[in-house]
């Protein structure tokens, strides 16, 4: 609208006209928000109900087994070091891989030029999930340093098994990718921030990144569950290969669940993928 015109509506009607809109406008929106309270309410709440879940649920229950709470353990922050990796690597595998699908997707179908290349159409999924992939090793690494300079409390970490390390690092970060590529493959462009809050937040919080997973023995429940969740492996697996003094699972059952996981990712996102592309 020209300025022109705008004097001309507010020497006509005022600037009640413009209040009128704007009210109109908002008026709409909270039409529509009513028809997706449901989903609205997961987005909003979820966050906060893990926090609460979290720190005021499980962190109480495992006080009595957890060395942390007499202060005969492993400080906070070196515990956590493994957790921030393995979240750092998740939310890059998913970002570099599901978020650009999403605009790829989308109506500008971007995605049709990429398949024209001389490649089978399974490769360009392919390509997508390996450069996430090294993308999540560059953000996991950054956090190590960041572990020396921020906490007030000294890091302890101790590589003591460097192949060890590799292995989870290559295998978490391909996994990460996957779940990015099952995410943006099978998923509406338009319902990818309701999936961050009702999939990844909560498999971030329950992902055994704020404490190991054997300090989880007081809730059995929550221990048992937790164990469909990848990050559980990540976190464990770095714990494992850059904390050794931590508590931790056994490397080759981490290993092995790392690669289950990245099997059924990969096929749930490349079938997803090659239905998009195709069809």
Known sequence: MSSATQTAILTKGGRGIFIEAFSGLFLRD?????????????????QPLLFLFVFTYVFPHMNTSNPMATGAGPNFATILLPGLMAVAIMF?????????????????????????CPLPVAAVAI?????????????????????????????HVHVSNWLLLIVVLL????????????????????????????????????????????????????????????????????RAALTPSVPHMPAPLIVLALLISLA???????????RRVIL
């Open 171 to 238: 295998l978490a970060s391909l996994t990460s990718g996957a779940l990015g590529l099952a995410i943006g493959s099978n998923v509406k462009p338009q319902q990818i921030g309701l999936i961050f809050s009702i999939v990844v937040i909560p498999i971030t919080f329950l992902g055994c990144v704020y404490y190991p997973w054997a300090f989880l023995n007081h809730v059995r429940w929550l221990q048992i569950l937790v164990l469909v969740n990848p990050i559980v492996y990540m976190s464990e697996g770095l």
């Open 92 to 116: 890059s595998g998913i970002a570099g891989v599901a978020l650009p699908l999403a605009s790829e997707f989308g109506v500008t179908r971007e995605i049709d030029d990429r398949v024209m």
């Open 264 to 274: 059924l990712l990969w096929a749930l996102g490349i079938k997803g993928f090659l």
């Open 127 to 155: 390509e997508k999930v390996c450069f996430s992939a090294l993308q999540s090793i560059i953000a996991a690494l950054l956090i190590i340093p960041l572990a020396y300079l921020v906490p007030s409390t000294p890091v």
């Open 30 to 46: 909270l039409r529509v928000l009513s028809r997706e309270l449901a989903p609205f309410i997961l987005r909003v709440g979820m």
